[in-house]
């Protein structure tokens, strides 16, 4: 269902945004490093930011999801394997962290004993929540009580919820405008105007309390993710220079300090990442068809350093831990992607004939 004219080679061998997701996700592990190792904002928002490196990432994370999972409704067969995409990309890799995180870096951290930790509620709600994902939970009872950062076992998750937000919403706008062509037409001209509601609610104080109808966290990030769909949807129109792109970027950096940095930034990183993403740099080329860990370093650099944490602070520095949690996660990242999440996603069609089938032999009896 053609909707706009390709300029840029979307397959997963013709860009950078496997490499690009990689190096986000090491950088969230970096910026964790400070807080979780010696209690300590990292350097970015020490010297003056609203928010810190990894936040940033995340930002540009939101990003990329928003030109690919954008995408991925616009050419999906229908809602079903738009849906089950979309599952089986983020569910199994979260159940298999979550059964990890409550049965064995659990058992080993809590302070209470075997018993007692396993007929704790929360024990169990958390292996629930935390592998649906829309409703995390970050304590486990016992665990971590005492580390230099308390309590959280996987902090890294709060953004998944955010993201699983965006899949819905933008789901629904997309499939909704291919019931018709001549809406399908338009769509381009929709996701821009939510764009720019999105960027004005971003930057401007929220209207409702935060936590009534529309958190400020959903604006925050997003936002991001509106400023992605709106470079897939006009990507026929809008220039691509990387020196640019960094150039902008680093100059919006410099209005630290200042109310402009959130308005410039938001404008430069989405551009920056649109960029950096399509770049046909030699060496850039060079790393493409790596294997995509970026979501397991994601969700495992968090408990990792944590563990870590609590071994290791008292007896080494900062740089010590962060390289050590950097090789672990990316071990236990590259096993991830290879024992679970590759297989998972190697199974979309089985999924989806197996749910459409289940559909076709339960309606008629919902309607008898």
Not at 32 to 47: N, V
Not at 249 to 271: C, E, G, K, Q
Request: hydrophobic share 55%; proline share 6%.
């Amino acid at each position: 269902m053609p909707l706009f004219a390709h300029k840029n080679d979307w397959s997963q061998a013709g860009n950078n945004f496997d490499f690009l997701r990689l190096v986000l996700a090491s950088l969230v592990i970096v910026s964790h490093a400070y807080p979780l190792f010696i209690g300590a904002a990292d350097p970015w928002q020490a010297h003056g930011s609203p928010f810190n490196i990894g936040q940033m990432c995340v930002m540009a994370f939101f990003a990329i999801s928003g030109m690919l999972v954008t995408r991925s409704a616009i050419l999906s067969r229908s809602v079903l394997s738009y849906i089950v995409s979309r599952v089986m990309r983020l569910l199994p890799g979260a159940f298999v962290c979550a059964l990890l995180m409550t049965f064995a870096l659990g058992l080993v951290f809590t302070t209470l004993g075997i018993y007692e930790y396993l007929t704790d509620g929360s024990v169990w709600s958390f292996l629930r929540r935390n592998t649906m994902l829309m409703s995390i939970q970050y304590d486990l009872p016992g665990v971590f009580k005492d580390n230099v950062y308390p309590g959280a076992v996987n902090g890294s998750l709060w953004s998944l919820r955010v993201e699983i937000r965006m899949y819905m919403l933008f789901g629904v706008i997309v499939f909704l405008a291919r019931l018709r062509p001549e809406w399908m037409r338009h769509l381009k001209y929709l996701l821009l105007v939510l764009f720019v509601v999105a960027y004005f609610g971003a930057i401007l104080p929220p209207l409702l309390p935060e936590g009534v109808l529309t958190p400020k966290t959903n604006w925050i990030y997003g936002y991001y993710f509106a400023a992605g769909a709106v470079l897939l949807c006009w990507e026929h129109v809008i220039p691509r220079n990387l020196i640019v792109a960094v150039v902008l970027f680093i100059a919006s950096l410099f209005t630290v300090n200042t109310p402009f940095l959130d308005p410039a930034m938001r404008l430069t990183l989405p551009y920056l990442v649109y960029c950096f993403a399509f770049s046909q740099a030699t060496a850039l080329k060079r790393l493409r068809g790596a294997p995509d860990i970026s979501y397991g370093i994601y969700i495992y650099g968090f408990p990792v350093q944590q563990s870590l944490s609590a071994l290791f602070a008292d007896r080494f520095g900062l740089l010590p831990l962060t390289t050590a949690s950097l090789a672990i996660t990316v071990v236990l990242a590259s096993l991830s992607w290879k024992l679970v999440e590759k297989p998972a996603l190697t199974r979309k069609r089985a999924v989806e004939d197996a749910m459409a089938g289940l559909y076709r032999r339960v309606v008629p009896v919902a309607g008898a």
